[in-house]
């Protein structure tokens, strides 16, 4: 079974940019299509962003369209997301997820089947 890490949340004004880092243990990560979904105070877990098994595919959703860039490194099971020209919506926090081997990349949270521990990103105005 993977594990996944999240990493590199933190606090940032309007307009500025992080990368969010997920490293993955054990040997499938290769073959699971990667997500990233968000969570604010009072909502519901949304998606964010999708990745397929070897990156050619991506999904983002539409208020983060332009501005957020998912990507992976299966050398490094790591998948990242990278956030520019962040906005105080945009605060919450962001769970990684894996969906199952060999399934195709989706945006539904229900495919998802692990995920990880989630990290904070606040934007200030």
């Known amino acids: 079974q993977v594990q996944l890490v999240e990493s590199g949340g933190g606090l940032v004004q309007a307009g500025g940019s992080l990368r969010l880092s997920c490293a993955a243990s054990?040997?499938?990560?290769?073959?699971?299509?990667m997500g990233w979904f968000r969570q604010a105070p009072g909502k519901e877990r949304e998606f964010v962003a999708a990745?397929?098994?070897?990156?050619?595919?991506?999904y983002y959703s539409d208020s983060v369209k332009g501005r957020f860039t998912i990507s992976r490194d299966n050398a490094k099971n790591t998948v990242y997301l990278q956030m520019n020209s962040l906005e105080p919506e945009d605060t919450a926090v962001y769970y990684c997820?894996?969906?199952?081997?060999?399934?195709?990349?989706?945006?539904?949270?229900?495919?998802?089947?692990?995920w990880g521990q989630g990290t904070q990103v606040t934007v200030s105005s």
């Open positions: 054990g040997r499938t990560f290769s073959t699971r299509a």
């Open positions: 997820a894996a969906q199952g081997i060999l399934r195709v990349v989706s945006t539904s949270l229900g495919e998802y089947e692990v």
């Open positions: 990745i397929s098994r070897v990156g050619g595919t991506t």
